[in-house]
């Protein structure tokens, strides 16, 4: 499979040396200060591609996937922070025909992480004695606050119980990938349940596991539909 890699930072430097071990070819890498507004994505560099894998900046994000789809490439991307344009960006893949898988995270124990707080959500479901409540950590250079995965987290456990707010708190600070928990607290108890990242390679290969199912998959898809079923 050959796959355009869009971006150049940690994790487009990630998938483009695990591509390889896993028998592709890494077709082109488009760099940030080449592609303002998306125009170094252009047919001619593009053209032989199979797929692309788009992890940039949520400033860059929607020009990208726009042009992508419209190049009719399937498009896995990892960028967070453009929720309020992911229903224009599906209508226009749907309109397309196109391929697009999203995700806030690609770590497969991320979204087992989050099928456990779901459970862990209902079996405390109507205790009002117990505080629920959300904390992220993250590397200094990660822009987005909370982190798409924090958020991610939120909607799910608000969906178990709409009436807690299981508000967040983020930290930026040196080199950690990521760390994300959901504490019960009470009066003289706490239950605390947590995911702790420590290799981004995890990343890189839960984004190839995309972009290898994705092509042949029209629609809009997350990495928990690929991973469990569309009805997860």
């Not at 788009?54 to 419209?70: H, S």
Request: glycine share 10%; hydrophobic share 45%; charged share 20%.
């Amino acid at each position: 499979m050959r796959i355009a890699i869009i971006g150049n930072g940690r994790m487009g430097k990630a998938v483009a040396a695990l591509a390889p071990k896993r028998g592709h070819s890494v077709h082109t890498v488009v760099v940030r200060v080449e592609n303002a507004a998306g125009r170094a994505l252009t047919r001619e560099r593009l053209s032989g591609a199979d797929v692309a894998v788009e992890f940039t900046r949520p400033d860059a994000v929607v020009k990208n996937l726009e042009r992508l789809i419209e190049l009719g490439i399937p498009t896995v991307t990892g960028t967070t922070g453009w929720d309020l344009e992911l229903s224009r960006v599906t209508d226009l893949v749907l309109q397309q025909g196109g391929a697009l898988l999203h995700a806030a995270n690609f770590s497969v124990g991320v979204h087992l992480f989050f099928q456990a707080a779901r459970e862990l959500a209902r079996a405390f479901r109507g205790r009002p004695e117990f505080t629920g409540f959300i904390a992220e950590e993250h590397h200094k250079a990660k822009l987005d606050v909370p982190s798409g995965t924090a958020l991610v987290l939120q909607r799910w456990l608000q969906a178990e119980e709409p009436g807690r707010k299981f508000p967040i708190s983020s930290v930026r600070s040196g080199e950690a990938l990521g760390t994300h928990s959901l504490t019960y607290q009470g009066q003289h108890e706490t239950i605390a349940l947590s995911h702790r990242t420590l290799d981004r390679q995890v990343f890189a290969a839960g984004a190839l596991s995309a972009a290898e199912w994705l092509p042949g998959h029209p629609g809009v898809f997350t990495f928990e539909q690929m991973l469990f079923g569309a009805s997860k």
